[in-house]
């Protein structure tokens, strides 16, 4: 579909988007000699006074938010062409297209976040919610601002009750707004939450392969445990990222001007960065990544406990054998303290599946008619006592030690009966390191190891585990691994192998959907991800007709389509 010869005074030379409704272009402006982005009605929906009202509306409401990291409109009306808006050309790229290649250093997270605060603040004040906030719709620009743009979603906070229209994206919006579509600085918080884990663990927050299992991720799951185990994300910054994603609003943040608060103490957790910063990473991800990462903040999370096989289901977990030397030693080196003092006898408590002792015994003479009990206390050996206190005689410093009975013998020092704790030694450690592509969280047995890449790399007990890597987009990759004492192992995964990956190629145009859920409008920013098996894909060209298929895939298959909507539907 051509682009419009001129709007207003403004010439649009390069579309930028487009979708069912608008079409968004790069346009030169040449009465103040400046390039401009021009959003119009789509001319298929031009005659839909609803949409045309709704576009109007969101020209309105970006005009009252005067921020600097807000995209600024500088007007709006109706042409020979339909009802048009000019606004603010950032020359950069969206925040989106920048994590789809790289992970951010979590200081300029933490910049990009200050920046998007300071705009929705100034949007909240003027009643305003964005309903829409992802990082599609933040402008990142060559010298390292950061803007908020596209409030096609947004409303007034009056007039707003009793409306149940769901405006926005799922993997994005706030659990009690998908039950009451009503939006509010807390629903917009949330959204903001999600964008910033995004930042911080380089994938969304919520996904799913259909709108049920998205909702319910959204509902149920707490994706913040990831970022516990990234040694690179501040505890401050991880705090805030748990409060902005609760899923009571209540537990949120109240706005964003007391979120703004909190941000000024996280700041001196994270190393200096801003507009300079932003733009150099920009320019050179690569050679400034190591400049800006946070120094390790937390060691490596604790090694997951080996799957012994097989398990009784109420067995618990083996505590490692170098942990029980450190309590039997603990034990040992009490009781002579305690002995050294003579203070009444205690038995210690048992320990739960503590390590098998041995007690080595010497009999008493055949002559001895009184054998000690079995739970008398062991006398000391020969000559030992603790440090700084003297040797004391054993009816004073072991009262409850049994005496022979007069007329028999006294046994010798060296039959002197004693108890040694035998403690195992501590068992060679096996070394087992974990990579996948393009992403995925790390479960060794049930404890999450945090996020490939980086590769993980562990030091375990020998044994066999069970490794599941999982991504909201793949099917879960299940393995088990066998390690020897001393044995180095690899595990390198391509979750991509798991799926097949659909490439459409649509003209004009067409909305997408798999399997009855909307996934995106041609042309289509990446291949889509199918899971193996069968599955229904339709094209919609709104108000011309659908066209539905069957498409049965099988993983590691890639698949390229092209159709032309005008062959499509005259079948």
Known sequence: MESPDLVADVKPFLELSRSAWTVVYKAYQASLDRFVLLKVVNPDARHDEEMTARFEEEARLMARIQHPNVVSVYGFGRSANGAYFTAEYVEGMSLANLLAEHRLPASLALYILSAVVAGLRAAHAEGIFHRDLKPANILLSHEGQV????????????????????????????????????????????SLGATFFEMLAGHPAFAGKDASSLIDAVLNYEPTRVLDANPYVPASMN???????????????????VLAADLES?????????????????????????ALQQPPARIEPP?????????????????????????????????????GRGEPESEPAPVANSPDTSRVEVDPPAN?????????????????QPEGQSAAPASEAFPETIQPE??????????????????????????????????????????????????????????????????????????????????????????????ATLDLDVIPWAKVYIDSTFVDDTPLESPIILWPGAHRLALELPGVGRWETTLVVEAGEVIKKAYKMQDLLAK
């Open 147 to 190: 803007k908020i743009a596209d409030f096609g979603m947004a409303s007034l906070q009056e007039g707003e009750s009793g409306k149940s229209e769901i405006r926005g994206t799922l993997a994005y919006m706030a659990p009690e707004y998908l039950m009451d579509p009503v939006p509010t600085a807390q629903s917009d918080l949330f």
């Open 239 to 257: 705090a805030v990222c748990v409060k902005l994603l609760a899923k009571s609003p209540a537990d949120r943040y109240a706005s964003a001007q």
């Open 266 to 290: 996280v700041w001196r957790d994270v190393r200096s960065a801003g507009a300079a910063e932003l733009k150099a990473f920009l320019e050179d991800p690569e050679g400034t990544t190591a």
């Open 303 to 339: 090694l997951a406990a080996p799957v012994r096989e097989p398990s009784p289901p109420a067995r618990p977990r083996r505590v490692p054998a170098a942990a029980w030397m450190g309590v039997a030693l603990l034990v040992v080196a009490f009781s002579i303290w305690s002995f």
């Open 368 to 384: 001895d008619p009184a054998p000690v009990p079995a739970d008398a206390r062991p006398a000391m050996p020969p000559g030992r």
């Open 406 to 499: 007069p007329g028999t013998q006294q046994p010798e020092a060296a039959d002197t009966i004693s108890t040694v704790p035998v403690v195992e030694a501590p068992p060679a450690l096996a070394h087992l390191s974990v990579a996948c592509t393009p992403y995925c969280d790390v479960f060794v047995g049930d404890d999450s190891l945090g996020t490939a890449p980086p590769a993980r790399s562990l030091s375990m007990e020998a044994g066999t585990y069970a490794v599941v890597l999982r991504h909201p987009n793949f099917p879960p990759y299940r393995t088990s691994v066998a390690l020897r004492p001393g044995q180095s192992d690899t595990l390198n995964v391509s979750l991509w192998r798991s799926v």
